[in-house]
């Protein structure tokens, strides 16, 4: 026997970590795919894209870091800064907003 053997606690905390860093990964990717959609389905009178945004999310797989896109929109005279992705993912907005910028278009996925 060597002495560069792994013990059975070592295996497992490696492919755990490896395993949500695959989680992370893949909710990344599903999430550009979603925002990627929503840019092109969305009203473009009313919506216009500002920039992408850094953000981190704490989820079950660890700290998610992406970036989204962030728009401008123009309403009944008014303008707001909104997040699509966020609104239709429903990260702490009402559904009045949703309904607003989305009108119900939750095809995506």
């Given at each position: 026997m060597t002495n560069n053997v792994m013990k059975f606690?070592?295996?497992e905390e490696k492919m755990w970590k490896k395993k949500?860093?695959?989680g992370l990964d893949e909710l990344r990717n599903q999430w550009r795919r979603i925002d990627n959609q929503l840019l092109?389905?969305?009203d473009n009178e009313e919506l216009e894209v500002?920039?992408?945004q850094k953000t981190t999310i704490k989820?079950?797989?660890g700290d998610l870091e992406f970036y989204r896109r962030r728009y401008?929109?123009?309403k009944n005279g008014e303008t707001k800064?909104?997040?699509l992705l966020d609104i239709y993912l429903e990260l702490g907005y009402s559904g009045h907003i949703v309904e607003l910028v989305l009108r119900g278009?939750?095809?995506i996925i």
């Amino acid at each position: 026997m060597t002495n560069n053997v792994m013990k059975f606690n070592d295996l497992e905390e490696k492919m755990w970590k490896k395993k949500m860093q695959e989680g992370l990964d893949e909710l990344r990717n599903q999430w550009r795919r979603i925002d990627n959609q929503l840019l092109k389905d969305k009203d473009n009178e009313e919506l216009e894209v500002k920039d992408f945004q850094k953000t981190t999310i704490k989820c079950k797989f660890g700290d998610l870091e992406f970036y989204r896109r962030r728009y401008k929109l123009t309403k009944n005279g008014e303008t707001k800064i909104v997040y699509l992705l966020d609104i239709y993912l429903e990260l702490g907005y009402s559904g009045h907003i949703v309904e607003l910028v989305l009108r119900g278009n939750r095809k995506i996925i």
